[in-house]
T-cell receptor, first 107, second 120 residues
Framework: YAFAQPPSVSVSPGEMARITCSGDALPTQYVYWYQQRPGQAPVLLISKDTERASGIPERFSGSTSGTTVTLTINGVLAEDEAEYYC???????????FGTGTQVTVL | EVRLVESGGGLVRPGGSLRLSCVVSGFDLNKFSMNWVRQAPGKGPEWVSFISRNSDYIDVAESVKGRFTISRDNAKSSVYLEMNSLTGEDTAVYYC????WGGGAGFDLWGQGTLVTVSS
């Protein structure tokens, strides 16, 4: 089981990127967002739906609406090109379930 | 500096065993639950196993249950993953990851990972 994310998002520098994560359990579970650059470990961006992790730029934000949570990158930079994963519990006892991942490409 | 450093990966034949280690620094391991998370080539992360702060609660993914065992030695600032009966599906980068929220939440700190390759 994995939460559904769009496979890819393309955005021009300075524009906004939105990455969604969908799952029936999400209204009752906190969601965490990670950024992973090639060859590197994931880095926590957002915890508990909306809390930006330490050292993460303000252009990254999280929001929720029903069964969909969204990671927004305002004013995308070239360095934001990476894979992004959501992670949460599935409401059936599995706590660490990842999304399918979204590749953000900066045009 | 807060760090997690994994080691112990390598090439192993199907059916073989490996023991991974994760040494932490910059924080008190006694205060945190820990996990192993793996990522197969070209795939997303997959949680493998959880151990509570004092080892009184352990959880393991169904895909490795009965084959993988997590443990920790807080005095040595270390977390371990014993892996037995390895198959090609276990080929992945294995990360040590910290859950600062007491378990069942997310991961605020990851190591750089250690690659395990299962192949004949």
């Amino acid at each position: 089981y994995a939460f559904a994310q769009p496979p890819s998002v393309s955005v021009s520098p300075g524009e906004m990127a939105r990455i969604t994560c969908s799952g029936d359990a999400l209204p009752t579970q906190y969601v965490y967002w990670y950024q992973q650059r090639p060859g590197q470990a994931p880095v926590l961006l957002i915890s508990k739906d909306t809390e930006r992790a330490s050292g993460i730029p303000e252009r990254f934000s999280g929001s929720t609406s029903g069964t969909t949570v969204t990671l927004t990158i305002n004013g995308v930079l070239a360095e934001d090109e990476a894979e992004y994963y959501c992670q949460s519990g599935d409401g059936r006892g599995h706590h660490y379930v990842f999304g399918t991942g979204t590749q953000v490409t900066v045009l | 500096e807060v760090r997690l450093v994994e080691s112990g990966g390598g090439l192993v034949r199907p059916g073989g065993s490996l023991r991974l280690s994760c040494v932490v620094s910059g924080f008190d391991l006694n205060k945190f639950s820990m996990n192993w998370v793996r990522q197969a080539p070209g795939k997303g992360p997959e949680w493998v196993s959880f151990i509570s702060r004092n080892s009184d609660y352990i959880d393991v993914a169904e895909s490795v249950k009965g084959r993988f065992t997590i443990s920790r030695d807080n005095a040595k600032s270390s977390v371990y993953l014993e892996m037995n009966s390895l198959t090609g599906e276990d080929t992945a980068v294995y990360y040590c990851a910290r859950d600062p929220w007491g378990g069942g939440a997310g991961f605020d700190l990851w190591g750089q990972g250690t690659l395990v390759t299962v192949s004949s």
